[in-house]
């Protein structure tokens, strides 16, 4: 074997900047059996972020960095986050002299900006990706640091000087590569009608849980539904499922989160409802799953860019975020009824399906790593 390579990697905030760290890093892992060489890992994230418990969950070797978000504070908070991303970059600091890593790669959310300008520092290759259509403030701040930068699609990559930017699609995690539809829904436990995933990723997403909620009788006299609701509203939903008459409750499927689970129910489904986050433009293609997207208009409102590529392809419908009370309901009970536009929808989304941008950004990593 040759000498060990040490991957440093980050990102968090959300499911759809630490689940493609994690494809990513089985990539690097079976690229360096190929090539005899042992890989050695550490993920460095925010104590309290959904990164903390994510890592570890996926065996991986966790870095606290001190780091806070900057947009959409008062000045008061703004300046207090700034004292943590500096204090951050000290920790990335002696992160990176002790573990001495010869390739950093960063997936955005706000702490990957301390780790990022450490890397800079101490000289690291940095290996980007972006994984929504426009890139967030962080990934923006690290793109003149980077050596390479892999993008979703595209659209992306027109920002950026030829050469820097790699497009790659989006990097799946295990589970979506031999997906069976038959068996999937065999495993939920669900009959020949349609069926319904709403999801709100790790966190949730209260307003499509409080439609949900308010009519939850009418949603299971049109739909079977696999509910993905966050850990928040876990138990009020809960207890509306336990009042529902036997012949309801029987079609709902309510989880407070789900993740090796989560392929086979987008493989189980007709249609999802969601967010629009960076997940969504690699996920839903590999499942085949057409989508009704109500993107956070938040954060710079990247999710409604995500929504736009796939609503431009006909893979999806989009929804403003303040009409989801009032349309939501009419709008995918109308589709699931739609056989037709469904496949036309499901086809769509199909023709953007691409299964090998982890073992792609693998390869760049591989290439930069000193």
């Known amino acids: 074997m040759t000498r060990p390579l040490r991957v440093l990697l980050s990102g968090g905030g959300s499911g759809g900047h630490v689940f493609p760290a994690f494809a990513v890093a089985d990539a690097v892992r079976g690229l360096g059996n190929e090539q005899e060489t042992e890989i050695v890992f550490r993920f460095a994230g925010t104590a309290d972020g959904v990164e903390s418990e994510l890592a570890v969950e996926a065996g991986l070797t966790y870095a606290t960095i001190a780091a806070r978000a900057l947009r959409g504070r008062n000045p008061l908070s703004q300046l207090l986050s700034l004292g943590a991303t500096a204090t951050g970059v000290l920790d990335a600091l002696a992160l990176i002299a002790r573990f001495r890593p010869q390739v950093v790669f960063l997936t955005g959310g706000y702490v990957s900006a301390p780790v990022g300008v450490a890397a800079w520092l101490m000289r690291r290759p940095i290996v980007l990706l972006q ?96 509910h993905i609701s966050g850990r928040d509203d876990y138990d009020r939903l809960a207890r509306l499922r336990e009042a529902l008459p036997a012949r309801l409750r029987s079609r709902y499927r309510l989880y407070s989160y789900m993740a090796e689970e989560m392929p086979l129910a987008m493989a189980a489904c007709d249609l999802a409802v969601s967010r629009a986050g960076a997940s969504v433009m690699g996920e839903y293609p590999a499942a085949a799953l057409p989508a009704v997207l109500a993107p956070l208009g938040e954060a710079g409102g990247h999710q409604r860019y995500n929504a736009q590529l796939l609503a431009d392809a006909g893979a999806a419908v989009l929804i403003d975020d303040e009409r989801v009370d009032d349309q939501l309901f009419d709008l995918t009970t ?37």
């Open 334 to 370: 109308s589709l699931l009824g739609d056989t037709q536009r469904l496949e036309s929808m499901r086809e769509s989304m199909r023709r953007l399906r691409r299964t090998d941008a982890a073992a792609r950004i693998a390869e760049v990593i591989m290439a930069v790593a000193k």
């Open 131 to 226: 994984p929504d259509i426009e890139p967030g403030w962080t990934l923006r701040l690290l793109a003149p640091l980077a050596s390479r930068i892999c993008v979703t699609h595209e659209r992306s990559a027109q920002r950026y000087r030829t050469g820097k930017a790699v497009v790659t699609g989006y990097p799946l995690r295990q589970g979506f590569h031999d997906l069976d539809k038959p068996l999937a829904r065999a495993h939920f436990q669900l009959n020949g009608g349609p069926a319904l995933l709403v999801t709100g990723a790790v966190r949730g997403a209260r307003r499509i849980n409080d439609c949900i909620a308010e009519r939850l009788d009418a949603w299971l006299t049109h739909t079977q539904l696999v």
